[in-house]
């Protein structure tokens, strides 16, 4: 119950420009300075590929993530699109791993389908090119059908360098899962970020716990490649604990954490030989982001503060 509250609240408080307008001052400074840099790498490209190579030099693999959602203008979703493009051939020349995750409202879901489907396949036409695999973030629940649809619909047309989210919170996950292992396609399991209305989701926790072992087990038996993404002890137990029953070896899935959060667990899964990969999130639009990672422990807040009070 506390879980939605708390999710509830910082929900409200992303959308205020005032406190965005706050944040966006003080948050993210050059140099690694800012309240916001534990789960933000910066606001450019440059930090983003620095921090991307420290986590790889850490043995763990990458995706990194231009910040951004639900835009409301063509140009800014074309925006969007370039940024993408450039940040592909930034990763290339880098030499860093060429994985990155992206959210179609950033490319104009929000104006229209063909829009931000237009935009994503520009993005993948290079992304193919040059051998990336393109991760398409899940948003909240009024954009669940139409992006597995577009998913789907650019599936089928091979793009097949493209995996796709589901969220554990949501009760109509364990029918998606089995149409995404039946596609063959490769699948991000999360608990779900976002503050969603008990028609379409479980509101306690031990609900969404329990949807997310079996749907780990699921993507286990039958999906290509998962990625359980969590930074809960009890998911990753249990997840080892399946794998080890079905005797499914460990690089045929991956582990998944968000930069800055629960670095001990991420490096202790490291040494035990399990495959670890880092979203790193970047970019000037890090409000919203940086706002649910708030809203998920707000035991984050006093960190926050500490970090707000002993900045000059
Ligand atoms: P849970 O919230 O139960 O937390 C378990 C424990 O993890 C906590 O007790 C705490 O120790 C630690 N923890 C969790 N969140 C923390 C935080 N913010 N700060 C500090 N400690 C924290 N969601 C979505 O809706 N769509 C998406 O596309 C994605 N993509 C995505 C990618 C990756 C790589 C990850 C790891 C997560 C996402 N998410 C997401 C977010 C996800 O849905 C979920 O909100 C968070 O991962 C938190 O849930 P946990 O599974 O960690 O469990």
């Known amino acids: 119950m506390l879980d939605v509250v708390s999710k509830a609240f910082f929900h409200t408080l992303a959308g205020s420009s005032t406190l965005k307008k706050m944040a966006s001052r003080y948050g993210v400074?050059?140099?690694?300075?800012?309240?916001?840099?534990?789960?933000?790498?910066?606001e450019t490209i440059e930090e983003a590929i620095a921090a991307a190579r420290a986590i790889q030099a850490s043995g763990m693999l990458i995706t990194l993530d231009q910040l951004g959602e639900s835009v409301t203008t063509a140009a800014e979703a074309d925006a969007a699109t370039r940024e993408y493009l450039a940040l592909i051939d930034q990763i290339a020349a880098s030499g860093i791993e060429?994985?990155?995750?992206?959210?179609?409202?950033?490319?104009?879901?929000?104006?229209?389908?063909?829009?931000?489907?237009?935009?994503?396949r520009k993005i993948l036409e290079k992304a193919d090119a040059l051998g990336f695999f393109v991760r398409i973030d899940m948003e909240d629940s009024p954009y669940t059908d139409v992006t597995l649809s577009i998913f789907e619909t650019l599936w089928q047309h091979d793009?097949?360098?493209?995996?796709?989210?589901?969220?554990?919170?949501?009760r109509r996950t364990e029918e998606d899962t089995r149409r995404a292992n039946a596609l063959g396609a490769r699948v991000r399991l999360v608990k779900g970020a976002y503050n969603e209305p008990r028609t379409v989701a479980f509101q306690h926790k031990s609900e969404v716990d329990a949807a997310?072992?079996?749907?780990?087990?699921?993507l286990l038996k039958d999906g290509v490649y998962p990625a359980i993404a969590t930074?809960?002890?009890?998911?990753?137990?249990?997840?080892?604990s399946v794998a080890a029953r079905l005797a499914i070896p460990k690089d045929k899935y991956e582990f998944q954490m968000l930069y800055g959060i629960r670095r001990d667990l991420q490096a202790a899964l490291v040494a035990e030989g399990y495959r670890m990969r880092i979203y790193i999130p970047f970019g000037p639009e890090w409000f919203p982001y940086f706002m649910r990672r708030?809203?998920?422990?707000?035991?984050n807040v006093g960190w926050v503060m500490k970090g707000i009070l002993s900045e000059r």
Request: hydrophobic share 40%; no cysteine; aromatic share 6%.
């Open 212 to 218: 997310f072992v079996r749907v780990t087990e699921r």
């Open 29 to 42: 400074r050059p140099n690694g300075a800012g309240f916001a840099r534990r789960f933000i790498a910066g």
């Open 231 to 240: 930074h809960d002890e009890k998911m990753i137990e249990a997840t080892k």
């Open 294 to 299: 708030l809203g998920e422990r707000p035991a």
């Open 98 to 120: 060429r994985n990155v995750s992206l959210k179609l409202t950033q490319l104009g879901l929000n104006i229209d389908r063909a829009t931000s489907v237009d935009n994503l």
């Open 159 to 170: 793009n097949r360098n493209i995996g796709v989210v589901l969220q554990s919170y949501l």
